[in-house]
């Protein structure tokens, strides 16, 4: 029998009309969205607003809208690692969405920050793959300047514990991020992975993590504004492993920082111009 509904390979689309993986129409999110990696984590975000809907569910994608304190805001989830973002961020840039926070969790590698801490990457080292699909190496992996201020606004105002990260973004969680298949040294153990922590925190690097560059790449190759607020989950100095209360810090400094940059942006306080002295 013939297929009905033939699509177009270059641009599938849902079978609800909407883009292809997250399954959302334009309308069903406003421009600014978070990014968590997991499902379930739109749920914990959405503890904090109000007007709460599940808009879609497909695979690792779940999206939720409502309103934090009457701003317009919604969350999709990306899954984990490059791949997953990337489709994610293009889907949401044809809806029209122009600003993404991502919430996730990371490991530290430096002293300065332990289990509950927020990091703010101003940066990323380019390890993830999936960005090199898109541009060259060379090409910078970092936050917009405004995203970043709207996060280290809301923690103040929130009274959170944070700092601002040079992040190391790669598509490993286990060999990649120097963690042995066996805790007896058995098996596949290059010696480039004994040295990837150490060798990262001898260059300053404050942390690690699965997403972050290539959502950064991604969406500014793309023009959005793009930041992210890390939970430290794992402390890779102290080899210790807890949430502490990082996750849902992290979800709630976002929703704030989306409240704080839609004020601005509707006040015209951001301008990318350069402001000349007169
Ligand atoms: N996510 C990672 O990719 N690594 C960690 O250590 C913690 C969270």
């Known amino acids: ?25 334009s309308g069903d999110v406003p421009g600014y969205v978070i990014l968590p990696g997991a499902p379930e984590r739109t749920l914990v975000i959405a503890r904090d607003w109000e007007n709460v809907r599940e808009v879609a569910s497909y695979r ?18 990306t899954g984990i690692g490059g791949p997953s973002s990337e489709i994610c961020i293009h889907e949401l840039n044809i ?23 927020l990091i703010i990457p101003a940066a990323c080292v380019r390890k993830d793959g999936t960005s090199a699909s898109y541009i060259e190496p060379e090409y910078p992996a970092y936050a917009d300047t405004y995203v970043v201020m709207a996060l280290m606004e809301a923690c103040e105002r929130l009274g959170f514990r944070y700092g601002l990260g040079l992040d190391y973004t790669v598509g490993s969680f286990y060999i990649g991020q120097g963690r042995p298949l066996r805790e007896d040294g058995s098996g596949y153990w290059p010696s480039f992975a004994e040295k990837i922590i150490p060798d990262l925190a001898t260059a300053r690097v404050t942390n690690i993590e699965m997403e972050t560059s290539g959502q950064f790449v991604v969406g500014k190759l793309h023009g959005m504004r793009m930041g992210a607020v890390l939970s430290v989950i794992s402390n890779r100095v102290l080899d210790r492993w807890g949430d502490n209360g990082g996750e849902s810090k992290a979800c709630l400094a976002a929703s704030e920082a989306i409240r704080i940059l839609t004020e601005w942006d509707k006040k015209g306080e951001i301008s990318l111009t350069l402001k000349m002295k007169k």
């Open 1 to 25: 029998m013939a297929e009905k509904n033939i699509n177009k390979a270059s641009a599938p689309k849902a079978k609800n009309e909407g883009v292809y993986h997250l399954q959302l129409k």
């Open 60 to 77: 690792e994608y779940k999206t939720v809208a409502g309103t934090y304190k009457g701003t317009d805001i919604a969350c999709t989830s």
């Open 95 to 117: 809806l029209g969405v122009h600003t993404c926070i991502r919430v996730g969790t990371t490991g530290c590698i430096v002293p300065e920050f332990d289990l509950g801490d």
